[in-house]
Each structure stands twice: as structure tokens, then as C-alpha cells.
């Protein structure tokens, strides 16, 4: 039987943008504990920088994509789960980096993209309005990323292992 997949560079951008994601949560939980170890930020800035390009990527070659169709076994409700789901991940893909990038910006360091170049910083201010909002949405948000994060990859598991069907089979 065959497995009707993503297409390649979907398959590549999902899990590209997992790993970083991923290392990035991490990187955002340890700062604070190894900062006088080692200095995570410069690091977890840059990687946030990189998942927003690829995200928008991955968004506008998702838009030329076809995408592979969920088996008939796959409820309405699964099918409204997934579907949200996943535009959650895209909504936090971006606005991670958005507002890590916002309040990076009113901040006195460079924003360096793996010391190869300064990334622009935006014209906000460390006391203006919309630093500190940024700076707890960014937080806040990262909790959330986190638990959709083991939500999807519990549900990918259980398609595979339980109903062993091809869902996870299709990313890979």
C-alpha cells in the first residue's frame, strides 16, 4: 500500500521548524537557570529569527502545495481538532518571533543573527507601549506553544501506534 505524503520540501520545512521550535522552548526555559553559565538568548533569538523566515515560507509554498487528504476513519471532530490545531501552530510560529523580535528591539543589544549580521531592530522603545506586552505575550505564549507542541505530537503517536493509520506515515 501506498502512502500518499506531503510534498518533499513540506516534509523538510515541518520538521526543520519542529527541531528549531522545540530547541527554542528549551533554550527559553534555561536561560534564566544557566545564565551565569552560559548565555542562551543571543542563540534562542537567532533560531526565533529563523523559524519566522521559514515559516512564512513554509506558509507560501503551502498555498502551491497540495495537501495530502485524512483518511475517511478521521471523525468531524478530529477533522476540526487537526484543522485547528494546526492554524494555531502557524498563528504561534509567527507571533513568537513577532513579539520576541518587538521587544529584543527596544533592548540595548544588537539583535545578531548567529554573529553573521545584525538583524533591523524595529523603532520601539524600551518605555513605550508595546515592549512590555510583547515581552509577557512572548512568555505566555511560549507555555502555549509548548503544550500544542505535546498535543500534536501526542496525536501523531496515537495515529500511528493505536489506529495505525498513515497520518504520521504522510510527514515523514
Do not use: C
Amino acid at each position: 500500500m501506498t502512502v500518499e505524503k506531503y510534498h518533499s520540501s513540506a516534509r523538510l520545512l515541518h520538521w526543520l521548524i519542529a527541531i528549531l521550535a522545540i530547541l527554542n522552548i528549551a533554550l527559553g526555559l534555561l536561560h534564566d537557570p544557566l545564565e551565569k553559565v552560559v548565555q542562551l538568548i543571543p542563540l534562542h533569538k537567532s533560531i526565533g529569527l529563523s523559524v519566522l523566515v521559514l515559516t512564512l515560507v513554509r506558509i507560501a509554498l503551502r498555498m502551491i502545495w497540495k495537501k495530502p487528504p485524512l483518511p475517511g476513519s478521521v471523525t468531524p471532530l478530529e477533522r476540526a481538532v487537526a484543522w485547528g490545531t494546526h492554524m494555531l501552530l502557524y498563528v504561534l510560529l509567527l507571533a513568537l518571533p513577532l513579539t520576541g523580535w518587538v521587544f529584543s528591539s527596544a533592548g540595548k543589544y544588537p539583535l545578531s543573527f548567529f554573529g553573521l549580521f545584525d538583524w533591523p531592530k524595529l523603532p520601539i522603545s524600551k518605555d513605550g507601549p508595546f515592549a512590555g506586552p510583547a515581552h509577557e505575550a512572548h512568555e505566555v505564549l511560549g507555555f502555549v506553544m509548548l503544550a500544542l507542541v505535546v498535543l500534536h505530537v501526542a496525536a501523531a503517536l496515537r495515529h500511528h501506534f493505536v489506529l495505525k493509520d498513515d497520518i504520521l506515515r504522510r510527514m515523514l
